[in-house]
């Protein structure tokens, strides 16, 4: 490729980097994308594809909320090319303590004018009648929904590559002020690189402030009408932002196939690809304790993923305050899916220099102090 022949190099061309490759060719910026694997692979073919609103500060609502009505606008041209199914999340509360929790998850989401709405345990067991006995009920929210990322994100890069963004398929070795150099010593020449690979981001970008957390999942065979919204156990979230350890949540999702998909798990510092036993014994027996006849179904598959977790919990959205032809689009933990689509706004709003739909600066990596004296 020749110099100038990009504005911006998108490293990764996963639903993070596929949704910022349509947006900024929508604003007529010219793109190419570098990805050494299939499209829509890594962390966003191993999630569950919950899109959902997140609630533990005001920047992460704020950003859940905006990217979840993108997803709207998305998915209503067109339900079955994202595999997007509108099934609410219920948040089970299992003691009278989370159901106070439920409560004030419940306020926080009415101050923001999300609709939801308190199940007590009569209603909670009409809803899903699976659950084991004795719990306290839930927080339903019904603007929740699911996808199958790996589709979307295809489905993104399509619309970009329409409007003339070009796919490279290699491996991005280092980044310098041309653009980036890939494996093979070439360059693909763009003034801006825009690293938006998740945790593989470390490897370009070692100063980052983030650490990959893995994580597995386990799919069922068939089971239609088992499950009919996204349960999530009001546990995970101290499961998803714990910092140190390995920590399991309930977290199970009906796909359209009448699958199940059962969750999830975090780890620190495990870094191979392969599944751990132990992990995934812990993941199923808790959510056998939530849903006793998960213990009685088969399961066909069993896989791994790493989360790009930033040190504050948010993602760094924005140009690199160390390095000047460097932007930022990755640190997104468990809300790379959710979150992906506001990403790509705001990092195209950002470029654009045009207003951005919510306030950037929580986003934005110069949060971080110690990445302006940084060169990777």
Not at 210 to 229: A, F
Request: glycine share 10%; charged share 20%; aromatic share 4%.
């Amino acid at each position: 490729m020749k110099r100038a022949d990009a504005d911006i190099a998108i490293v990764g061309a996963g639903i993070i980097g596929a949704a910022c490759a349509d947006a900024l060719t929508a604003c007529g910026l010219r793109v190419t994308v570098v990805e050494c694997e299939a499209i829509g692979s890594g962390a966003t073919a191993a999630g569950m594809g919950h899109l959902v609103v997140m609630d533990d500060n005001p920047a992460e609502l704020a950003l859940t909320r905006y990217s979840l009505a993108l997803w709207r606008t998305l998915t209503a041209r067109g339900t079955e090319r994202h595999e997007y199914r509108n099934c609410g999340t219920l948040w089970i509360a299992a003691d009278e303590e989370e159901w106070e929790a439920a409560r004030s998850k419940q306020q926080t989401l009415q101050s923001q004018d999300i609709a939801s709405e308190m199940l007590d345990a009569s209603a909670l067991y009409a809803a899903e009648p699976h659950l084991r006995p004795g719990l306290a009920g839930a927080l339903r929210v019904p603007g929740d929904g699911i996808v199958y990322p790996p589709k979307t994100a295809r489905f993104l890069l399509e619309q970009a590559s329409a409007r003339g963004a070009r796919l490279v398929s290699a491996r991005a070795s280092a980044i310098h002020e041309d653009g980036v150099l890939l494996e093979d010593g070439s360059v693909a020449h763009a003034r801006i690189v825009l690293v938006a690979n998740g945790a593989a981001a470390l490897s370009l970008c070692p100063e980052l402030p983030m650490r990959p957390k893995k994580g597995h999942l386990v799919i069922t065979d068939r089971y239609p009408g088992m499950v009919r919204h996204q349960l999530v156990e009001l546990g995970y979230i101290k499961s998803a932002h714990a910092g140190e350890g390995d920590s399991v949540a309930f977290n199970v999702q009906p796909r359209p196939t009448g699958q199940l998909l059962i969750g999830s798990s975090r780890q620190f510092g495990a870094m191979g690809k392969a599944v751990n036993m132990h992990i995934v014994s812990r993941m199923l027996a808790h959510a056998a304790e939530f849903m006793p006849m998960l213990a009685q179904l088969n399961a066909l598959r069993c896989w791994t993923g790493f989360r790009a977790a930033s040190s504050d919990g948010l993602p760094l959205i924005g140009p690199h305050p160390g390095r000047s032809n460097v932007w930022l689009a990755t640190g997104h933990e468990g809300l790379g899916i959710t979150t992906s689509l506001a990403t790509a706004a705001l990092i195209a709003a950002q470029l654009t220099g045009t207003q951005t739909a919510i306030p950037i600066e929580p986003y934005l990596p110069s949060r971080f102090p110690e990445l302006a004296q940084a060169h990777g």
